[in-house]
T-cell receptor
Framework: GAVVSQHPSRVICKSGTSVKIECRSL??????MFWYRQFPKQSLMLMAT?????????EQGVEKDKFLINHASLTLSTLTVTSAHPEDSSFYIC???????????FGPGTRLTVL | GDSVTQMEGPVTLSEEAFLTINCTYT??????LFWYVQYPGEGLQLLLK?????DKGSNKGFEATYRKETTSFHLEKGSVQVSDSAVYFC??????????????FGQGTILTVHP
């Protein structure tokens, strides 16, 4: 079946540094990808919609200058957490919509810890 | 805005017991409804879906019926197995346009099945 990968699976960084998370659709093309954030024992919260070749669309309350999204190809979207702080520590999950079937597939998530 | 409310967990059952996880929603228009499952260490997987009122989604012995009159989409399984232990998320998706593909999730219900 269709697979979405995320890299890295875990990352620990110091406060003030930037971290890039990659989301790849391995065997299909995806015009649209999404980035979610999941807090412990809470639901997934949609952060932004990533569209190939155009600017990302951010949900209300999400700082676009802090969470930079780039969707440079039909198989790759990246989320960069800039000047990370401890409150940015979370589980980040991406999903990709199969261009042909419209089915949405999720990545396994990236655990970010900011010290 | 749209919202999804799931019964709080965790839920602990013995093998072959009957499972119900309640899910209710609020949304404008006619959303599509989904149940996703997240096994330990893996990404969310679509379990079943329903796109219009009175539709029944089913997969792997799980069922859920789209009830517009009660705005509910309860998940049921007649006989659970240890391998069903996972986190279950109820979700809805808007009718299209700017809502295309965007999912609103419930808070998730942890299910543990004991032999």
């Amino acid at each position: 079946g269709a697979v979405v990968s995320q890299h890295p699976s875990r990352v620990i960084c110091k406060s003030g540094t930037s971290v890039k998370i990659e989301c790849r659709s391995l065997d299909f093309q995806a015009t649209t990808m999404f980035w979610y954030r999941q807090f412990p024992k809470q639901s997934l919260m949609l952060m932004a919609t990533s569209n190939e070749g155009s600017k990302a669309t951010y949900e209300q309350g999400v700082e676009k200058d802090k969470f930079l999204i780039n969707h440079a190809s039909l198989t790759l979207s990246t989320l960069t957490v800039t000047s990370a702080h401890p409150e940015d520590s979370s589980f980040y999950i991406c999903s990709a919509i199969h261009q042909l079937t419209d089915t949405q597939y999720f990545g396994p998530g990236t655990r970010l810890t900011v010290l | 805005g749209d919202s999804v409310t799931q019964m709080e967990g965790p839920v602990t059952l013995s093998e072959e017991a009957f499972l119900t996880i309640n899910c209710t929603y609020t949304a404008t228009g006619y959303p599509s409804l989904f149940w996703y499952v997240q096994y330990p260490g893996e990404g969310l997987q679509l379990l079943l879906k329903a796109t219009k009122a009175d539709d029944k989604g089913s997969n792997k012995g799980f069922e859920a019926t789209y009830r517009k009159e009660t705005t509910s989409f309860h998940l049921e399984k007649g006989s659970v197995q240890v391998s069903d232990s996972a986190v279950y998320f109820c979700a809805l998706s808007g009718a299209g346009g700017t809502s295309y593909g965007k999912l609103t999730f419930g808070q998730g219900t942890i299910l543990t099945v004991h032999p």
